[in-house]
């Protein structure tokens, strides 16, 4: 095994995985009184503890990213659904010939347009709450289809 320098073992220990200044002793073959004293000089374990804070800090930031790119995903694809189930309502319009199918289409292309707004403008609900949403603009399109009959 290749002896370390003091800069070296320094470098190691802040960003290696030990336990302690003890558990790095052993196994690099150490003195551990030695270490302790010279670490205790050079501050190693309050710049480990500075290093596993950045290393916290980017994983967090990381993980919050990840986060919103996967909300971005998920808010673009809700919307491209109610850009199709636009597309079919209308299509669905102009076929319609019963009041009672005239009402329900309507009544489902208004709550589209509010699943919308509160998507682009972030009004409050949850994803969950869009889809079921959805649902319901698909349950009403529905009942106009069995309307128009």
Not at 90 to 117: D, F, H, P, V
Not at 123 to 143: C, M, P, S, T, W
Request: with cysteine; charged share 30%.
């Amino acid at each position: 095994m290749k002896k370390l320098t003091k800069a070296e073992q320094k470098a190691e220990f802040i960003t290696g995985d030990y336990k302690d200044l003890k558990d790095f002793a052993i196994k690099n073959n150490i003195e551990y009184t030695y270490l302790r004293r010279y670490a205790a000089s050079e501050n190693w374990i309050e710049s480990k503890s500075e290093h596993i804070a950045q290393l916290v800090h980017k994983v967090v930031a990381n993980d919050i990213e990840n986060r919103v790119e996967d909300a971005k995903s998920r808010k673009n694809s809700t919307l491209e659904a109610c850009d199709l189930i636009r597309k079919k309502g209308l299509q669905m319009i102009k076929s319609c010939n019963s009041e009672k199918g005239l009402n329900a289409l309507a009544s489902a292309m208004y709550r589209l347009n509010a699943i919308e707004s509160e998507l682009l403008h972030y009004q409050g609900g949850g994803d969950g709450d869009a889809k079921e949403r959805l649902n319901e603009v698909i349950i009403a399109f529905q009942g106009a289809v069995d309307g128009s009959d």
